[in-house]
């Protein structure tokens, strides 16, 4: 439960294990339900395009979403997988909106285990493909 009262959904947890033990998804987008008491999975995607990912963001809403974010680590070592965890928070959507999503962020982002990376997105340049890869192939185990 999150300092707003909402609740992470079990359909939520059930689909991010799905995407991190079974590979079944690419990505995962979040939400809350009509009435705003739990995290409800809004849609999840086998497409493998970043573009794709981004395009299902909307321009004037908020949600959650978690990306299994593949990537080249050059030097011919091969790919890297990353789970990234996003807050999608435009500066367009209404104020209540961003409240509600910002509160209630932590509730889900606990139960999700075995999240590499946080991302805070605002605008599309913050969750361009070249910001996320700088962001992953920091973190510790990246290379």
């Known amino acids: 439960m999150s300092r707003s009262g909402v609740s992470v959904a079990d359909e939520s947890l059930a689909a991010f294990n799905d995407l991190k033990l079974g590979k079944k998804y690419k990505f995962i987008l979040f939400g809350l339900n009509e009435n705003k008491t739990s995290i409800i999975v809004k849609e999840t995607s ?18 959650y979403a978690v990306y299994d974010f ?7 070592e091969g790919k890297r997988s990353k789970i990234v965890f996003y807050t999608w928070s435009p500066d ?9 999503y910002a509160s209630s962020k932590d509730a889900l982002r606990r ?8 991302i805070q997105g605002t605008d599309f340049s913050e969750v361009s493909y070249e910001t996320v ?4 192939s920091r973190g510790p185990g990246s290379h």
């Open 111 to 118: 139960a999700l285990n075995g999240v590499s990376t946080d």
């Open 70 to 76: 593949e990537y080249d680590i050059g030097s011919g």
């Open 46 to 63: 086998t497409d493998g395009s970043y573009d794709s990912f981004l395009e299902k963001l909307p321009e004037n809403d908020c949600l």
């Open 133 to 136: 890869l700088e962001k992953v």
């Open 92 to 100: 367009t959507a209404p104020v209540r909106s961003k409240m509600v």
